[in-house]
């Protein structure tokens, strides 16, 4: 019975990850590759790693609906009602595809691997409880870190906001003296604008000069 | 008379194997696609494999030893860090470019 499960979870797995790369439907492909996941998570807790199958499906069940949201966001064609090839250098990915494939099964077939399985009756979540609260806690602690500064890191990187205010307002910089013109370099449109008197986006943005002007021009 | 518990197909081999194929797909689909989001699935593809072939070698080879099972752990933070930043990547790239496939990207001017 076990055989017979490890084989399709194992057919699932392989299988839903090539029709990751063969489906139109970009969620399609999405939901593909999380079978492939739980496939994978099912094989770890046959082989008794439980904590890790089980890990395995919560977390890959949840990065999957983000990454569809992603594929409604980004692909062109997220539903798949066109047929669409999004693809470059094929013949090169296949052939490394299968080279790949080939070369580690060589290897794998013409390795003496050892045999040690698992003692019977042994509690490996208990066993991993122990080791995670206690010689390897640090090790624990680190990868926590590491998402916490991975959770910045992207929260920086996909943020709007530049260093003079959010990107998509097409900010300034503040001027060297009080309501004088931008500092640094500026692009070409934000200069075409500063040259037309009264442009709306520093008049907006820089109330302080709007003052100006209006005593400027004797208002 | 000794009766013997018949062996079972799930060896090391074939979990090796199983993760061997993963991987091949998973370099493939790297490889091929264009659009950022279909790259980042096949490199978890590639990782999934990976997982799998670590989890296979703690189960057969060190007979238990939970140290294994936190290697398996770090793969998955490695997904999971992989994943995030990458889409916090993309939004870089989309916001600065309006660019959503690698071609779009083949310069680092701008």
């Given at each position: 019975m076990?055989?017979?499960?490890?084989?399709?979870?194992?057919?699932?797995?392989?299988w839903?990850?090539?029709?990751?790369?063969?489906?139109?439907s970009?969620?399609?492909?999405t939901?593909?590759?999380?079978?492939?996941f739980?496939?994978?998570g099912?094989?770890a807790?046959?082989?008794?790693a439980?904590?890790?199958?089980?890990a395995?499906?919560?977390?890959?069940?949840v990065e999957m609906?983000?990454?569809?949201?992603?594929m409604v966001?980004?692909?062109m064609?997220?539903?798949?009602l066109?047929?669409?090839?999004?693809?470059?250098q094929?013949r090169f990915?296949?052939?490394?595809?299968?080279a790949?494939f080939?070369?580690?099964?060589?290897?794998i077939?013409?390795?003496?691997l050892p045999?040690?399985?698992?003692?019977?009756?042994?509690?490996t979540?208990r066993?991993l409880g122990?080791?995670?609260?206690?010689?390897?806690?640090?090790?624990f602690?680190t990868?926590?870190?590491?998402?916490?500064?991975t959770?910045?890191?992207?929260?920086?990187?996909?943020?709007?906001s530049?260093?003079?205010g959010?990107?998509?307002?097409?900010s300034?910089?503040?001027?060297?003296?009080?309501?004088?013109r931008?500092?640094?370099?500026?692009?070409?449109?934000?200069?075409g604008q500063?040259d037309t008197?009264g442009?709306g986006?520093t008049?907006?943005?820089?109330?302080a000069v709007?003052?100006?002007?209006?005593?400027?021009?004797?208002h | 008379m000794?009766?013997t518990?018949?062996?079972?197909?799930m060896?090391?081999t074939?979990?090796?194997?199983?993760?061997?194929?993963?991987?091949?797909?998973?370099?493939?689909?790297?490889?091929?696609q264009?659009?950022f989001?279909?790259l980042?699935?096949?490199?978890?593809?590639m990782?999934n494999?990976?997982?799998?072939?670590?989890v296979g070698?703690w189960?057969?080879t060190?007979?238990?030893l939970p140290k294994?099972q936190l290697?398996a752990?770090?793969?998955?933070?490695?997904m999971?860090v992989?994943?995030?930043?990458?889409?916090?990547?993309?939004?870089?790239?989309?916001?600065k470019?309006?660019?959503?496939?690698?071609?779009?990207?083949t310069?680092l001017k701008?």
């Amino acid at each position: 019975m076990k055989d017979i499960i490890f084989y399709v979870l194992s057919a699932l797995a392989i299988w839903g990850g090539w029709r990751v790369f063969r489906a139109d439907s970009m969620i399609r492909a999405t939901f593909a590759l999380m079978m492939s996941f739980i496939a994978v998570g099912g094989i770890a807790m046959l082989m008794s790693a439980d904590y890790i199958g089980i890990a395995t499906v919560f977390m890959m069940a949840v990065e999957m609906m983000v990454m569809g949201l992603f594929m409604v966001m980004f692909m062109m064609n997220p539903a798949g009602l066109n047929p669409m090839q999004m693809v470059h250098q094929y013949r090169f990915s296949l052939g490394a595809g299968i080279a790949a494939f080939s070369g580690l099964t060589a290897a794998i077939l013409a390795t003496p691997l050892p045999d040690n399985p698992l003692p019977p009756g042994g509690d490996t979540l208990r066993d991993l409880g122990f080791e995670l609260l206690g010689n390897s806690m640090l090790i624990f602690e680190t990868a926590g870190v590491t998402l916490l500064a991975t959770m910045v890191g992207a929260v920086v990187l996909s943020s709007g906001s530049g260093r003079f205010g959010s990107a998509g307002d097409g900010s300034l910089p503040p001027g060297l003296t009080a309501g004088g013109r931008p500092a640094g370099r500026l692009v070409d449109a934000v200069k075409g604008q500063e040259d037309t008197p009264g442009n709306g986006m520093t008049m907006e943005k820089k109330p302080a000069v709007r003052a100006d002007d209006h005593h400027g021009t004797g208002h | 008379m000794i009766i013997t518990e018949r062996a079972t197909d799930m060896t090391l081999t074939a979990i090796l194997i199983v993760s061997a194929a993963l991987f091949g797909i998973g370099l493939f689909g790297t490889l091929s696609q264009k659009s950022f989001v279909m790259l980042m699935m096949g490199l978890e593809l590639m990782l999934n494999g990976t997982l799998l072939a670590t989890v296979g070698f703690w189960a057969y080879t060190v007979g238990g030893l939970p140290k294994g099972q936190l290697l398996a752990i770090l793969i998955m933070a490695v997904m999971a860090v992989e994943l995030s930043i990458g889409f916090a990547l993309v939004v870089a790239v989309y916001r600065k470019r309006q660019a959503d496939i690698i071609e779009s990207i083949t310069t680092l001017k701008n």
